[in-house]
């Protein structure tokens, strides 16, 4: 796992920071952005973190490991993907994180980051989908 590569992106969303906040911990909202994964934590630093589903016809399991949640505002969590190739060791998880900024009461900056890619193939692959990753996060914080 090469710690070096990283992927950041920001977005603007158009509604309070509560709300941005709950479409990134709520399971049941999750799920609507994250193709169908069920979530499964308590989000307590420390806890841990598991996505479970079917993605094209084969079932994952993916999980890590709540490292911060400062309530509206951060939440990081280490990260690991069967579908990674890689053995499940610590040395190969990556580190997520979603930083929360108010802008206005009703304007949010939301900051997605991931560190820790297996090669540079897994880091564009990641960068590749991150707008329309954004987009639909935004999407559904901005509904009523």
Sequence with gaps: MNHDLKVSKSILISAPVGRVWEVLTKPEIIKEYLYGTNTITDWKPGSSIVFQGEYNGQTYRDHGEIIENSLHELISYSYWSGFSGLE????????????????????TKLTWTQEGFSNEEGQKHSEAGMDDFLKQIRSIAEKD
Aim: charged share 25%; net charge negative.
């Design 88 to 107: 499940d060791t610590p040395d190969n998880y990556s580190k997520i994180s979603y930083l929360l900024e108010t802008m206005n009461d009703n304007h």
